[in-house]
């Protein structure tokens, strides 16, 4: 009864949340089970949509690239993210000052900060065939037999996306990781050294054990961040070149905005929706299940 007055402070947040997020996702799921243009009166098919996006080999292509991007935007990112943080903590900070271990921070997080067009025109300079900083280098090098078309070639171009994903994402888990090297108590790195543990042996043995809450936090939003990614596809690639660089969150635009098959596209959307649903609900019973025991 006591703090029944504070509900009202949540209906400013449920109602914004029915608006842009419930009936949002409950028209995309009754869409997907209609053909529809866009224009006029959906017409019900039942699971159609479904059965012929589970047979398109574009949809299952479109997920064997997301695998790819987990890795570039999840798995590396965390990892070198790791081991710079506490580079950046254990040795910049005391070796130089807090001041410069702060700057290179700052500096990895930029991408995050800047616009994604700003992002993907820049590296579209930088990778252009033509007049690319990267084959300009390279030729200046001597090693002008590298220089390739790196968003254009069917071979090179996911990788080269890849590449840019990991750029763009490393500065984030660089961040949650220095967060949490600062709540570790400074007296477990002492009584490490005092018993001549090396940097490695503290990194995994503390370092790794004590900021695993942001360790979890960071795989869950990169992983679902990789399953989302549209911005940097769109500006780079468009999803090819002969899709070579194809995403699920892509494909469905093309459905939604270029083929004017609003159905299908809508049928795409419910199934990534469903994964990064099931993915988040998975790693948040993982993080529980860890910190109970």
């Known amino acids: 009864m006591k703090n029944r007055g504070y509900a009202v402070y949540l209906i ?3 109602v914004a949340s029915t608006a842009v997020i419930i009936v949002p996702l409950v028209m995309t799921i009754y ?3 209609t053909k529809w243009t866009g224009i006029g009166s959906p017409r019900w098919v039942g699971v159609e949509n479904y059965t012929r996006l589970f047979e398109d080999a574009n949809f299952w292509a479109s997920f064997g690239h997301i695998l790819l991007l987990i890795i570039a935007m999840a798995v590396v990112p965390t990892f070198l993210g790791l081991v710079l943080a ?6 910049v900070a005391k070796r130089f000052s807090d001041r410069w271990a702060s700057a290179l921070r700052s500096g990895y997080y930029l991408p995050q900060v800047l616009p994604v067009a700003v992002t993907g025109i820049i590296w579209g300079w930088i990778l252009h065939p033509s007049y690319g900083a990267l084959n300009r280098i390279l030729a200046a090098a001597g090693l002008g037999s590298l220089a390739r078309n790196w968003l254009g070639d069917p071979k090179y171009a996911l990788y080269s996306v890849m590449a840019v994903m990991i750029w763009f994402q490393l500065g984030y888990p660089i961040v949650m990781f220095m967060s949490g090297l600062q709540r570790i108590d400074p007296e477990l790195y002492e009584a490490a050294d005092l018993d001549g543990a090396t940097w490695w042996q503290r990194f995994r043995k503390i ?15 990169t992983t679902i961040a990789s399953l989302k990614i549209f911005g940097q596809i769109f500006v780079l ?3 090819g070149p002969s899709n070579a660089t194809l995403v699920p969150s892509y494909f469905a635009y093309k459905n939604f905005f270029e083929k004017a ?10 199934v990534l929706t469903v994964l990064i649903v099931v993915l988040a609900f ?10 109970r025991s």
């Open 207 to 221: 370092t790794i054990a004590m900021i695993r809450p942001e360790l979890y936090v960071v795989l869950v939003t």
């Open 282 to 291: 998975v790693f948040l019973r993982l993080q529980n299940r860890a910190e």
């Open 86 to 91: 506490a580079v950046l903590f254990d040795y």
């Open 12 to 14: 400013p947040g449920i």
């Open 237 to 239: 690639t468009r999803g």
């Open 261 to 270: 098959q609003v159905g299908y596209g809508s049928a795409i959307s419910t």
């Open 31 to 33: 869409i997907s089970f």
